[in-house]
C-alpha cells in the first residue's frame, strides 16, 4: 500500500512566522505535490515536484515556496505566515510523469493562523 | 479553460436507497477521471480511474462510469458507512500529471 505522511495533523501559528509543512512518501514516487483545501474552492494546486531539486508552481504559489532534496520528501514553505492561509493542507504523491497516474493522499494538516 | 462540476453538491440517502452522483467535464482532451472519497478531517481516498468512454470500475456497492462529457458514480443499496464527500477530478492531455478537481457531492446515508 502507498503510504503519504504529513508531519503534523493540527498546526497553530501566529501572523509572520515561518512554517514548515513536510511531507514523506514511501514508495519511490516522482512526482509529489501539495494542495490547499478550502470550503467552497475545492481543492487546489501549490506547487508539485517532478524530481529531486525541481518544482512547478500549481495555481496558486504566491506566497508559498517548496523544497525537495531527497525523492521522498517534499516540504511547503510559508515564508512569513498569514490569515489567510489557514486552510488544510493536503500532500500527494504519484509514480511517474507523464500519462495519468493516480495521485495518493496523505492525511492532510489542518493549519491555523492567528 | 478545464472545467469539472459535480452536481448535486448535497445528497441525502436512506440506508439501501440507490442513487447516482454526476461529474460533468470540460477539457482540451481527456487523459484520465478520477474519483476519490474523502471523510471529514481527512485526506481524499483513492476509489477509481476510468481512461476511454463507455469504461466502467466497481467496487462494492460504487461503480463509476464513463461518457465523453460525464462520469457517474453509482451507489447501490447505500449503508450508513458509504457517508462521505465524493471527489471527481481529471487530467487533461495538456495537463502533465495535473488534477483538476471538481467542488465534491456530500453524501449522507441515514440508517
Known amino acids: 500500500d502507498v503510504k503519504v505522511t504529513q508531519s503534523s495533523r493540527y498546526l497553530v501559528k501566529r501572523t509572520g512566522e515561518k512554517v514548515f509543512l513536510e511531507c514523506v512518501q514511501d514508495?519511490?514516487?516522482?512526482?509529489m505535490f501539495w494542495y490547499r483545501q478550502d470550503p467552497g474552492l475545492g481543492l487546489r494546486l501549490i506547487y508539485f515536484?517532478?524530481?529531486?531539486?525541481?518544482?512547478e508552481k500549481g495555481d496558486i504559489p504566491e506566497g508559498y515556496s517548496v523544497s525537495r532534496e531527497k525523492k521522498e520528501r517534499f516540504s511547503l514553505i510559508l515564508e512569513s505566515a498569514s490569515t489567510n492561509q489557514t486552510s488544510m493542507y493536503l500532500c500527494a504523491s504519484s509514480f511517474r510523469r507523464g500519462g495519468a497516474e493516480t495521485q495518493y493522499f496523505g492525511p492532510g494538516t489542518r493549519l491555523l493562523v492567528l | 479553460e478545464d472545467q469539472v462540476t459535480q452536481s448535486p453538491e448535497a445528497l441525502r440517502l436512506q440506508e439501501g436507497e440507490s442513487s447516482s452522483l454526476n461529474c460533468s467535464y470540460t477539457?482540451?482532451?481527456?487523459?484520465?477521471l478520477f474519483w476519490y472519497r474523502q471523510d471529514p478531517g481527512k485526506g481524499p481516498e483513492f476509489l477509481f480511474t476510468?481512461?476511454?468512454a463507455g469504461e466502467e470500475k466497481e467496487k462494492e456497492r460504487l461503480k463509476a462510469t464513463l461518457t465523453k462529457k460525464e462520469s457517474f458514480l453509482h451507489i447501490t443499496a447505500p449503508k450508513p458507512e458509504d457517508s462521505a464527500t465524493y471527489l471527481c477530478a481529471v487530467v487533461p492531455k495538456a495537463a502533465g500529471n495535473k488534477l483538476t478537481f471538481g467542488g465534491g457531492t456530500r453524501v449522507l446515508v441515514k440508517p
Open positions: 476510468l481512461y476511454s
Open positions: 477539457v482540451s482532451g481527456l487523459r484520465g
Open positions: 515536484s517532478y524530481d529531486v531539486k525541481m518544482k
Open positions: 514508495m519511490d514516487h516522482e512526482n
